[in-house]
Each structure stands twice: as C-alpha cells, then as structure tokens.
DNA sequence: TAGATTGTTAATCGATTAACAATC
DNA sequence: TAGATTGTTAATCGATTAACAATC
C-alpha cells in the first residue's frame, strides 16, 4: 500500500500550524482539539484532522492533541532539526534584511554568506557577514556545502543568477526578484514575489470599498 | 445578470500575468497567445482563457492578446493606475528594506512614513524618510489618509500594532511579522510569513532528495 | 476563404467538508 | 461508563481542464 503524495496545499499549511502551536506553547497551552485549533486559524475542525492524518495519527480520541507532542510531530515533517546552510546572492534592501533575520537561524536555517557584484557593497559588513564577490560564487559553492540559495538580485540578473546556481549543483532557490525564475526540474523553486502580494491585497481592499 | 465573484485563485495569479506582461513588453512583444503565454507561465492555455474572461474578452479570436492592451487591461482590475498610500510600523530589517525598495513606487504603491519604538532608530534617515515615533502613530493618522498598514514589528507586538491601525480606520494590512493577525470584517489582511514559505522549500527540496 | 485562436460551456479532477464509527 | 474527540470514509463543492462553436 503506496503512501498516497500529500497535496502542496497540505504541505504549505504545516508551517501555519507549526507557528500556531508555537505561539501556544509560549502560553503555556498544553493541549488542544482540533475544534478551538480551527477557531484560532480561521480553518474548518475537519480539515485539520485530515491534513495531519495525512502524516499519521498524532491526537488522542477524546482528548485532542498535545501542544507539544503535535509541533514537534510537524517539526520532524518539515525536518526543521536539521542545519539548513543558505547563501544569498544580492546585498540590496532585501538581501541585507534575510541575512540579518534572527527568525531563520532558531528554526535552523544558516545565512553562510551573501554575495554581491557592487564594488561599494562587497568588504560591507551585514549582520555577522562581509558581503563576498559575486565572482567568488563558483568556488564558494565548490567548497562549500549549500542547501539553500537565496536570489535577492534585480530582476533581470534573477535568471543567469539562478543559472549559475543550478550549475554548481544547488538543489532549491528561494528566489525575491520580482521575476519569476526557471529552473531543471531536480531543482525547486520558490518565487516570492512581495509585490504579487501587494497587488492582491490592494485588489482586496478596493473590492471591500466597492460593497461599502 | 449578476456578474459572479471572482475567485481567489484568479486574483492571485493577475499579478503574475502582469508580471509576464510586462516583460514580453520590456522585450519588445506585441501580440501573444494563451497557448505562448501558458509555455512561459506553466500554467495551460485554458486556465489562462478561462482566467482573463472572467473579467472580459481581452483577445481577438485567430490573433491572439495584444501585450501592451492586456497589461492595461490587468492593471485596470488592479487599479494599478491609483496612488496608494502606506506607512510602515517597525524599522528593523524588514521594515527598512520594504521602505526603500524601489519595486513599490513604480506601480503606485508610495510609502509616506516608518514608525518606530526603539529610540536609537527614531529619528535615522531611511531612504527618504526619518523613522517616526510610533507615539505619534494615532496623530499621524488622523491628519492623513492611508490606504495600507505594513507591519513589520517582532510577533509580540504585530497583533496590538494592528488593532492601533484598525482602530484608527485603516483598511488594509500588509503583515510580515511571524504570527498571523486579526482584524474585523470591514479590514483586509495578508500575512506574509516569509518563514513559511522557506519551510515549504525545504520541505520540497527533502522530497526530491528522498526521490534520488 | 482557410487557419488560427478566442470565448464559453461541459466534464473532470482534486480539495474541502460532513458524517460517524472507533476509541480514549 | 458516559462524554469527548479523533481517524477515516463518503459527499460536496469548487477549480481546472477539455472541447468546440464562434469569429477574427
């Protein structure tokens, strides 16, 4: 009996209920059904039941599930234990902010280094980095181990950035340029895109003015 | 004849087809059919035909969709062409990296002024802007009318930033921070989470390594 | 006109929700 | 045991895809 593939829109709500059960054991919550976990998201009771038993059984009839038991179950899913090592290739605004973000490093994920092609930026320091010439990428990535690349260029260097990535064998690409970024199809891509985001919410709120 | 609600799914990718568009523009493209479009976009053509009509009839049967016409066409439903207005709250990484980024202003998006807590940062120049005294938040927006919030605080504070922000009439949230935020009806938000996005990569990327 | 491609309806597929037996 | 809540299957709903008539 084949484990059937969990579908993206399971897998992208995992973290949710990570940060949530985080969020609840900050409190001190010790347990939860997955009917006041379905008030907290904005989710149906039913549908969080089927997307953990997706994974396996992780509550208990009667009882619910164990704040603590539940995330570090979800933990293992999304292999948070494990080291990350990411590199960026970009020391502009968004560049500088990833590498600076103390969210990634507690849940594993290492900045190594960052890259730029700016004469001005490369020397600066960012964080507990010093920003490293975009030509040194190659044997960077020749000795160094890297799961994660970040692409945080200008849009039209997004693609020949990831291009170089993916020839020196770097398997996923988190990629911020306001392009979207192909890639051979052992690698993973994610775009970002914070202005398709915008625009949405723009959209939103317009359609909300519109009723009113 | 009622026209019928447009779904979320087709809001969310207008912005990637205007994104494409406006590319094939930069390149010099002036006519494109949804079967060209769909190879660049991986999506399929009928996906792309059934997407735009719910809005209208953009193309011309046997030619294709005039780039440029269509891209205005989106930017209509986008309202794209109206000034928005947005204060950021927190000037840590995040939040000084969305108030420079160059990306916002060119579609409109015009950010007015960043609020800050932390003494050491009110006052410091951010791109055009010095970082403001949160204190001065409910005054600031009395005297101005903004259409959207960014909150770029630590998780602890993003649920009171907003509800300061609804309180004070604010419509749209925009919310980087690492919890997701509440607000009333008649009030849009966007989480962002940009961990979450990470997570799924990740987890993506452990799959494929499974495979191999 | 012939060829191409849209607009639009119907068919399919997959995701969400409902229901309830299992069980703590 | 009785009450609560899960795990899991079936029903529903909505989104995607296929098909083709309309038409440029």
Redesign the pocket.
């Known amino acids: 009996m084949e484990k059937q593939r969990v579908?993206?829109?399971?897998i992208r709500r995992l973290p949710r209920y990570y940060r949530q059960l985080s969020q609840l054991e900050r409190e001190g919550v010790l347990r939860?059904?997955?009917?006041q976990l379905s008030r907290l998201m904005s989710?149906?009771?039913?549908?969080i039941?089927?997307d953990?038993?997706c994974f396996?059984?992780?509550?208990?009839?009667?009882?619910?599930?164990s704040v603590k038991g539940l995330k570090s179950a979800i933990a293992d899913i999304l292999e948070l234990g494990q080291q990350k090592h990411m590199i960026i290739i970009g020391a502009g605004n968004i560049g500088q902010a990833l590498a600076c973000y103390e969210g990634f490093p507690r849940e594993g994920f290492y900045v190594h280094a960052i890259f730029d092609n700016n004469p001005r930026l490369i020397g600066k320091t960012v964080g507990r980095l010093q920003v490293s010439d975009i030509q040194e990428l190659e044997s960077y990535l020749a000795a160094e181990k890297v799961n994660i690349a970040v692409v945080a260029t200008p849009g039209e260097f997004a693609q020949q950035t990831a291009d170089r990535l993916t020839a020196c064998g770097v398997r996923a690409i988190w990629n911020f340029a306001p392009i979207d970024v192909a890639a051979p199809n052992n690698v993973v891509v994610e775009n970002v895109s914070l202005s398709d985001s915008l625009y949405a919410l723009s959209y939103f709120m317009n359609q909300l003015d519109e009723q009113a």
């Open positions: 579908s993206d829109a399971v939860i059904s997955s009917g989710l149906t009771a039913s549908q039941r089927h953990l038993n396996g059984g992780f509550g208990q009839q009667g009882y619910g599930y």
